[in-house]
């Protein structure tokens, strides 16, 4: 099928501007995802050399305390027999690593969420946008963009616990640098410095950051020309290490910012608090930023969103 270019969106008069309701069908619940192929799994396969595995999950709890007043996740093993156990584990999908699903977010101005979905179908069932559909179909070429190790490389200082903004040129120039190109289907993966450095913060430096209105990220730049750019290049999911994908504080009455632009409009899957730091050194030694990702969500139905369950294997 031809694809609209992002200029060329929307594909009817009717609907909101620079949204791809409609490219799919009426009915769509991958978004982006769609850009994966089934040929473009077995073209990531090929990319698998050394049979390295990278996890990108961070482990369940790992923020004390969970951001943005977020509930920490609670485990308890449940005895089954004298030599036998259970266990039972309640958590936020959001708390750790995280896909947000296209019930995460709705545009604040047209109030709705991806394919012209109302809060009253997310909250009744979310049955047309749920992370179930996203189950099987989250496998394909990855791409590591190493923005916060490019801007050390370059000699500018940065600190991913304030609001850095990596522009796209920055993104652009990055993997001219690395050599890998963006292609079509990809899943891509930004690493601009967060979970690496927030990991060095002692206990009370985390209790200070976790609230909402305190919280300081880097991130990239949430601009028409990001998401065009994104779009264009058929990007199928992009997943960050820092809280947010943009950098934060964001204002959320200004639509605007990169969730409307990526989730309600175009179905862009974004990914936050992902562990990227081994995958970049690895990257940086053997000069392949490209990889196969492997992701998993939950199969729940009407999900709003899951962990990633994912690795990248090189």
Request: aromatic letters at 8%.
């Amino acid at each position: 099928m031809k694809i609209p270019t992002f200029e060329e969106l929307p594909i009817r008069k009717d609907l909101p501007a620079d949204c791809s309701w409609g490219v799919f069908g009426d009915n769509d619940a991958l978004g982006c995802l769609n850009f994966l192929t089934a040929e473009g799994v077995v073209e990531a396969a090929g990319l698998v050399k050394s049979g390295k595995v990278f996890r990108l999950d961070a482990r369940m709890g790992f923020a004390k305390p969970p951001l943005f007043g977020r509930p920490a996740p609670e485990h308890t093993v449940v005895p089954l027999a004298p030599m036998a156990n259970d266990d039972i584990v309640h958590f936020n999908t959001q708390e750790s690593s995280q896909w947000d699903g296209l019930g995460h977010v709705g545009h604040v101005r047209h109030e709705r969420f991806y394919g012209n979905v109302t809060i009253g179908e997310v909250r009744g069932g979310n049955a047309k946008l749920g992370i179930h559909h996203w189950a099987d179909k989250f496998v394909g070429r990855g791409l590591l963009i190493d923005a916060f190790g490019f801007r050390k490389a370059k000699g500018r200082p940065v600190n991913p616990l304030d609001r850095e903004v990596y522009t796209l040129k920055e993104l652009q120039a990055a993997i001219e640098h690395q050599g890998n190109p963006l292609k079509p289907g990809t899943i891509l993966l930004v690493r601009t410095g967060w979970m690496e450095s927030y990991e060095k913060l002692t206990a009370e430096e985390k209790r200070a950051i976790a609230p909402m209105e305190k919280m300081r990220s880097a991130g990239i730049e949430a601009s028409r020309e990001m998401v065009a750019w994104l779009w264009n290049n058929r990007v199928a999911a992009i997943g960050t290490d820092c809280p947010a994908v943009e950098a934060v504080p964001s204002d959320f009455a200004d639509e605007s910012i990169l969730h409307y632009r990526a989730l309600p409009l175009l179905g862009l899957p974004l990914g936050e608090l992902f562990v990227l730091a081994p995958l970049a050194e690895d990257c940086a030694r053997d000069r392949r930023y490209e990889f196969m990702v492997v992701s998993a969500p939950l199969n729940v139905e009407g999900g709003i969103a899951s962990p990633p369950n994912a690795v990248a294997i090189k």
